[in-house]
């Protein structure tokens, strides 16, 4: 089959979002990576992503994906001084008492990811627009919605509303982003500008640009970035959060030296966002080491 059909095929099979996971997934799979993926025997990073959302169901993922019930989580492994201060959470829409709130906030949907409405100046919001915004997404469903990424396809969704957030030396924030496997920091993700100029890079936890990204060079960091005072606490606290699952990336901001928590990804990027250079693929998916699928077993529910 020629290529370009060949796609098209896949692109309309990819649509099928109610197919099994083992299928769904190779077709998500194939279509964004060009590759094919290989369940019984998975050895790429993104492969092994890709074996998680099929095969690694602890029910404890749902609540760390959940923006809101991830808190609890949190405040018992690390402290609540961690995390961000919540002015509430809300089933729907018309729930959030806008005129309550502080000029500045930000409202996410704690069922997805990136859904975010960030507000600088409450007397330049657009309610009107942000309730219609708030309803669509409260109609999505995470798992559905991108590549059946299981740990969302339970997440109730409601909206949670933070406290804005802004470091004095940054126009926006910087995303601290730990990648860890079976509760061992080994690099990490830097994001800049999100609002501006959004750009991303890997580094080693002394900031040295590590040799390889997932984006085009444009969209590549290449200034210095500096290293924050907590660094040495970010990664120790991403190691505690990460416990013994296989892979999770722990997310953590860094405001005038004080730690605040994020949120923990168990898909980054859905899984489909292959390393340049290729040899990355090999490389970093050897860092995750896949609990045993046993015999007969068609999940895994316990955290070994």
């Not at 501006?196 to 002394?206: I, P, Q, T």
């Not at 390393?275 to 895994?300: R, S, T």
Request: hydrophobic content about 35%; charged content about 30%.
């Amino acid at each position: 089959m020629p290529i370009k059909l060949h796609r098209f095929f896949l692109k309309q099979l990819r649509k099928m979002r109610w197919l099994p996971p083992k299928i769904y997934t190779k077709i998500s799979y194939q279509y964004y990576t060009g590759k094919k993926l290989n369940l019984s025997n998975p050895e790429e990073f993104n492969e092994k992503i890709q074996w998680l959302k099929v095969y690694y169901h602890p029910k404890i993922l749902t609540q760390l994906v959940d923006k809101y019930a991830v808190r609890e989580y949190v405040k018992e492994k690390i402290g609540e001084q961690y995390l961000n201060k919540i002015y509430g959470v809300y089933n729907k829409p018309n729930d959030v008492p806008f005129d309550e709130l502080p000029n500045k906030f930000v409202i996410k949907a704690t069922h997805t990811s990136s859904h975010n409405l960030i507000v600088a100046d409450k007397n330049n919001l657009n309610k009107s627009k942000a309730l219609k915004s708030f309803k669509k997404w409260l109609g999505k469903n995470q798992y559905y919605r991108i590549g059946q990424e299981w740990a969302y396809k339970n997440v109730p969704p409601r909206l949670i509303v933070e406290k804005f957030l802004k470091d004095k030396e940054e126009r926006s924030l910087i995303d601290y982003k730990f990648y860890c496997f079976k509760g061992t920091a080994k690099f990490l993700e830097v994001h800049l500008d999100r609002a501006d100029n959004h750009k991303r890079a890997f580094y080693d936890f002394e900031l040295n640009l590590l040799p390889f990204r997932y984006v085009s060079l444009e969209k590549s960091i290449s200034k210095k970035v500096e290293k924050p005072s907590n660094m040495d606490e970010m990664i120790k606290l991403s190691e505690i959060l990460a416990g013994d699952f296989p892979f999770v990336r722990v997310d953590f901001y860094s405001i005038e030296g004080k730690t605040i928590f994020g949120e923990m990804t168990f898909y980054p990027s859905d899984g489909r966002k292959d390393y340049i250079p290729e040899e990355y693929n090999k490389i970093i998916g050897d860092y995750i080491e896949l609990p045993i699928l046993k015999i007969g077993q068609k999940e895994i529910t316990e955290i070994n």
